[in-house]
């Protein structure tokens, strides 16, 4: 996502931050590209012009053209601006003090409604919270099904339709167990239509009437650029919603709903769904993307990440296995596994600060089917071979390469590139300097 106008903006924001001087001449011609840049990005015409305009504005003031490093001024400037536009800060659902929080997801069908409902369910499980589930859409059997399968695979509770012909019927039963239950938070998946027309939103409209929910939450298509803008706009007029969430962005090469959305509407994303999977749902943070649109990386979101695949006494154990040289190529493959967790070579170089535009310089194709020749190889060695690598010799290489569908010379490879990077971890571990030359050449 954004690739695009990251390449673009950080050419640009580079050329500024060189310049020790900066004129009005030199922040309108600037401008003029950004303005292209957004624009190019399908960014809604009206939200570019008031972005430029504001950015010029404060960049040609004292807070810009008297700065000490008037470059750096300006591209934090940018940054700052970006972050309002897209909504200041990332809330996700906040939880009312009272239990249950009520949640309506609304959207049109193709968007994914069903699926986030899922996704939501399993983000707030993961915090251990108690969630319960809602099927409120009697439109659409498969989506019932499709909600009972999810809730089946999260292990958590739900409300099916017990012949009701009125949605909100339903919605009144999860209520009610909802509270009996002493439930955290209810998400309530809603009829959806393939178009806005008045008989889904009166039906919407009644039900938030009589559910006076928390939250209404739409669900809309990243990848339809405008289009999803225009829904966000038509449903918010007659819901008042109180967040978005875009799905598909992983397929959104740029991002124009994502910068239009609030500035449009008034309503702020909350989420972005990553992915169909029911974990590949994040919690939007403005002053993040903002960060990651300008080439400076998403450590915070990296760290976190990172927080959920590995557990305090995981990352202690192993780091005591790295000071006292007993890291092992199961480690290694453990290690492999987690970061596959994080969302892949490309997620990882975009959250990595001065990384991003190293995307265009890499092969990420290549870098996945290395990875899988690595697991093969990995696979094909014994316990004791893995765990004591000292002892495949030559013919234990050759059937661990016959094994993998590799050759020895890969294995050997494997082998040199484990003991480097092996070194390299106990002396970062033990706090000595690393020495480059004596590891070796690290590929």
Same mark, same amino acid.
């Given at each position: 996502?954004?690739?695009?106008?990251?390449?673009k903006?950080?050419?640009?924001?580079?050329?500024l931050?060189?310049?020790?001087?900066?004129?009005?001449?030199?922040?309108?011609?600037?401008?003029?590209?950004?303005?292209?840049?957004?624009?190019?990005?399908?960014?809604?015409?009206?939200?570019?012009?008031?972005?430029?305009?504001?950015?010029?504005?404060?960049a040609?003031?004292?807070?810009?053209?008297k700065?000490?490093?008037?470059?750096?001024?300006?591209?934090?400037?940018?940054?700052a601006?970006?972050?309002?536009?897209?909504?200041?800060?990332?809330?996700?659902?906040?939880?009312?003090?009272?239990?249950?929080?009520?949640?309506?997801?609304?959207?049109?069908?193709?968007?994914?409604?069903?699926?986030?409902?899922?996704?939501?369910?399993?983000?707030?499980?993961?915090?251990?919270?108690?969630? +319960? @589930? $809602? %099927?409120?859409?009697?439109?659409?059997?498969? /989506? =019932?099904?499709?909600?009972?399968?999810?809730? #089946?695979? *999260?292990?958590?509770?739900?409300?099916?339709p017990?012949?009701?012909?009125?949605?909100?019927?339903?919605?009144?039963?999860?209520?009610?167990?909802?509270?009996?239950?002493d439930?955290?938070?209810?998400?309530?998946?809603?009829?959806?239509?393939?178009?806005?027309?008045?008989?889904?939103?009166?039906?919407?409209?009644?039900?938030?009437?009589?559910?006076a929910?928390?939250?209404? +939450? @739409? $669900? %809309?298509?990243?990848?339809?650029?405008?289009? /999803? =803008?225009?829904?966000?706009?038509?449903?918010? #007029?007659? *819901?008042?919603?109180?967040?978005?969430?875009?799905?598909?962005?992983?397929?959104?090469?740029?991002?124009?709903?994502?910068?239009?959305?609030?500035?449009?509407?008034?309503?702020?994303?909350?989420?972005?769904?990553?992915?169909?999977?029911?974990?590949?749902?994040?919690?939007?943070h403005?002053?993040?993307?903002?960060?990651?649109?300008?080439?400076?990386?998403?450590?915070?979101? +990296?760290?976190?990440?990172?927080?959920?695949?590995?557990?305090?006494?995981?990352?202690?154990?192993?780091?005591?296995?790295?000071?006292?040289?007993?890291?092992?190529?199961?480690?290694?493959?453990?290690?492999?596994k987690?970061?596959?967790?994080?969302?892949?070579?490309?997620?990882?170089?975009?959250?990595?600060?001065?990384?991003?535009?190293?995307?265009?310089?890499?092969?990420?194709?290549?870098?996945?089917?290395?990875?899988?020749?690595?697991?093969?190889?990995?696979?094909?060695?014994?316990?004791?071979?893995?765990?004591?690598?000292?002892?495949?010799?030559?013919?234990?290489?050759?059937?661990?390469?016959?094994?993998?569908?590799?050759?020895?010379?890969?294995?050997?490879?494997?082998?040199?590139?484990?003991?480097?990077a092996?070194?390299?971890?106990?002396?970062?571990?033990?706090?000595?300097?690393i020495?480059?030359?004596?590891?070796?050449?690290?590929?």
């Amino acid at each position: 996502m954004f690739d695009s106008l990251t390449q673009k903006l950080d050419g640009l924001l580079k050329n500024l931050r060189g310049k020790g001087v900066l004129t009005e001449q030199n922040i309108d011609e600037a401008l003029k590209e950004v303005r292209l840049a957004l624009l190019s990005a399908d960014v809604h015409f009206s939200v570019v012009k008031s972005f430029v305009d504001r950015v010029r504005v404060k960049a040609v003031g004292a807070e810009g053209m008297k700065s000490l490093t008037p470059g750096l001024q300006v591209v934090k400037i940018v940054h700052a601006e970006l972050t309002d536009l897209m909504g200041k800060k990332g809330t996700g659902i906040p939880l009312a003090s009272k239990p249950p929080t009520v949640v309506m997801v609304v959207g049109l069908q193709g968007a994914g409604k069903t699926t986030t409902a899922g996704k939501l369910a399993k983000l707030y499980r993961a915090k251990e919270k108690k969630v +319960l @589930l $809602v %099927a409120a859409d009697l439109q659409r059997p498969a /989506a =019932v099904a499709q909600l009972q399968t999810h809730a #089946e695979a *999260l292990r958590v509770s739900i409300v099916l339709p017990e012949g009701e012909t009125d949605p909100t019927a339903v919605v009144r039963r999860g209520l009610a167990r909802g509270k009996v239950e002493d439930v955290d938070l209810i998400i309530i998946d809603t009829a959806g239509r393939l178009q806005i027309d008045e008989r889904l939103m009166a039906e919407l409209a009644q039900m938030k009437a009589d559910v006076a929910p928390h939250e209404i +939450l @739409l $669900v %809309a298509d990243a990848m339809t650029g405008q289009v /999803a =803008v225009d829904v966000a706009r038509a449903f918010h #007029e007659r *819901l008042g919603l109180t967040g978005v969430i875009l799905t598909k962005t992983e397929g959104d090469a740029r991002g124009g709903a994502l910068l239009s959305i609030r500035e449009m509407t008034g309503a702020p994303v909350k989420f972005l769904g990553t992915g169909e999977k029911l974990d590949a749902l994040e919690v939007f943070h403005p002053d993040r993307m903002a960060s990651r649109i300008l080439g400076m990386g998403d450590a915070l979101s +990296l760290i976190e990440l990172a927080e959920e695949s590995v557990t305090r006494e995981e990352a202690t154990r192993l780091h005591e296995k790295i000071r006292s040289d007993r890291f092992t190529l199961d480690d290694f493959r453990a290690q492999m596994k987690q970061m596959k967790g994080l969302g892949g070579i490309e997620k990882m170089l975009d959250m990595i600060p001065g990384l991003g535009r190293m995307k265009s310089q890499i092969d990420a194709g290549q870098v996945e089917r290395e990875v899988k020749h690595v697991e093969a190889i990995l696979s094909s060695m014994t316990p004791r071979e893995r765990d004591t690598p000292e002892v495949i010799n030559g013919s234990r290489r050759l059937r661990i390469s016959k094994g993998s569908g590799t050759s020895v010379q890969e294995v050997n490879r494997l082998l040199k590139q484990f003991q480097g990077a092996k070194k390299m971890m106990k002396q970062m571990a033990t706090g000595k300097r690393i020495d480059w030359g004596k590891i070796g050449v690290m590929r």
